[in-house]
């Protein structure tokens, strides 16, 4: 089986400051790893996802994330927050070739200004 | 459609009725999932149908739930007898096929059952 721990349940943190979201796992098989964000009254979208290859992804809004098999994490990190991201952010995990995600229960990150 | 869409957005009904929650998944999309968010928890695995099918319902609770997909492109998840911790935001979300490809999820359908 497969679960996900998300340690921090709220992360507040000023405009322009650097961010990390942590996210660790554990797996008896290989993953897929993934990033959701969810904007307030909106729907779960894909922020990143980690399939094979390069351990290091990035998304096109300045987020990254890096796959560390022997930790079992995949930390999101951003080097300067705006405003805009304020968001809930969750984990996410599937054993590799299946549909299956296991979440975790999210870390709410509150940008201030 | 342009994305996924999930009708009602919310839904009070009282304990003891039925109730059913409805999925438009994204055109062309074979693989069709169902999650429920409850209050501060991450989203959890209920339903996931490729095509018509249920290929997986290991995570269904119990059988007062049920989800249906006829034409493998609308789906519905039903639920008998509501209980009160039934409450819960169901989500679902659609994908091209399985495993390797991003999936879109809907807002959700918020059910409150009193």
């Known amino acids: 089986a497969q679960s996900v721990t998300q340690l921090d349940s709220q992360v507040p943190v000023f405009e322009e400051a650097p961010v990390e979201l942590r996210c660790n796992y554990s797996?008896?098989?290989?993953?897929?790893l993934f990033w959701y964000v969810q904007y307030p009254n909106q729907g779960l979208q894909l922020l990143l996802k980690?399939?094979?290859?390069?351990?290091l992804v990035e998304s096109i809004n300045g987020f990254e994330a890096e796959f560390n098999k022997s930790q079992t994490s995949f930390h999101l990190r951003k080097p300067s927050v705006h405003i805009s991201d304020t968001a809930e952010y969750f984990c996410?995990?599937?054993?590799?070739?299946?549909?299956?995600?296991?979440f975790g229960t999210g870390t709410r990150l509150k940008v201030l200004a | 459609g342009a994305g996924v869409s999930q009708t009602p957005s919310n839904k009070v009904t009282e304990k003891g009725k039925y109730v059913e929650l409805r999925c438009d998944p994204i055109?062309?999309?074979?693989?069709l999932y169902w999650y429920r968010q409850s209050l501060g928890q991450g989203p959890e695995f209920l339903i996931y149908?490729?095509?018509?099918?249920?290929?997986?319902d290991s995570g269904l609770p119990n059988d007062r739930f049920f989800a249906v997909r006829p034409e493998g492109s609308v789906s519905t998840l039903k639920i008998q007898r509501t209980e009160r911790g039934d409450s819960a935001v169901y989500l679902c979300?659609?994908?091209?096929?399985?495993?390797?490809?991003?999936?879109?999820f809907g807002q959700g359908t918020r059910l409150t059952v009193v």
């Open positions: 979300a659609s994908s091209r096929d399985r495993g390797r490809t991003e999936a879109f």
């Open positions: 797996s008896s098989v290989s993953v897929y």
């Open positions: 980690y399939l094979s290859g390069s351990t």
């Open positions: 996410a995990v599937s054993p590799s070739g299946t549909y299956k995600y296991i």
């Open positions: 055109s062309g999309h074979t693989a």
């Open positions: 149908f490729q095509g018509t099918g249920a290929a997986d």
